[in-house]
């Protein structure tokens, strides 16, 4: 079983709709989580980090966090055809020897005009 | 791209030949890192940097070494390319091991 697992999509929504992308993750001591957005043939540039249970919002952005179930969300209000691109969850342990940032395959978003 | 470059940015090389990537931070961030990218991998960890000649190994480390002489500088050495080794080589840093990963722009590698 993967350690970050994400639905690879891909996910077509139309503009203006909520996109919800979900990632889950099997280290119950995990810290730290990131959403990541990479543009085809680009690199990973992060959107959001969180760290407590519960929502972080950052303009049409927010990531949802529930460590009980190991899950954590990030919702696209108002997508835009410019979001159109992979999204990366990244989850890092708390401690332990390999203390590593461990991505997700990544969820393909394609915003339909 | 957080002030880090990536040379080469395209490299197509044979198997057998050595081949070294560099990776270059204006930021004086502590920890660097290279990835390699595949198709329904992701991202996965070859080795990271905490520092000057301080290293380690990530998940895919096999076939790869590193060096880092100098704060800015982080070098991936493949001894030997094998076409397993194509790929897009990601290099990242971050202040500490616990904050935000940067990423530089890539190195996409073609190994014949």
């Known amino acids: 079983q993967k350690e970050v697992e994400q639905n690879s999509g891909p996910l077509s929504v139309p503009e203006g709709a909520i996109a919800s992308l979900n990632c889950t993750y099997s280290?119950?001591?995990?810290?730290?989580f990131f959403w990541y957005r990479q543009y085809s043939g680009k690199s990973p540039e992060l959107i959001m980090s969180i760290y407590s249970n519960g929502d972080k919002e950052d303009g049409r952005f927010t990531a949802q966090l529930n460590k009980a179930s190991q899950y954590v969300s990030l919702l696209i209000r108002d997508s835009q055809p410019s979001d159109s691109a992979t999204y990366l969850c990244?989850?890092?342990?708390?401690?332990?020897?390999?203390?590593?940032?461990?991505f997700g395959s990544g969820t393909q978003l394609t915003v339909l005009p | 791209d957080a002030g880090i470059t990536q040379s080469p940015r395209h490299k197509v090389t044979e198997t057998g030949t050595p081949v070294t990537l560099r990776c270059h931070q204006t930021?004086?961030?502590?920890?660097m890192y290279w990835y390699r990218q595949d198709p329904g991998h992701g991202l996965r960890l070859i080795h990271y940097s905490y520092g000057v000649k301080d290293t380690d190994k990530g998940e895919v480390s096999d076939g790869y070494s590193v060096s880092r002489s100098k704060t800015e500088d982080f070098l991936l050495t493949l001894e030997s390319a094998t076409s397993s080794q194509t790929s897009v080589y990601f290099c990242?840093?971050?202040?500490?091991?616990?904050?935000?990963?940067?990423f530089g722009p890539g190195t996409r590698l073609l190994v014949l």
């Open positions: 990242a840093i971050s202040e500490t091991q616990q904050e935000t990963q940067y």
């Open positions: 990244a989850v890092l342990p708390l401690s332990g020897s390999a203390r590593q940032l461990t």
């Open positions: 930021e004086n961030h502590r920890y």
């Open positions: 280290d119950r001591v995990s810290q730290s």
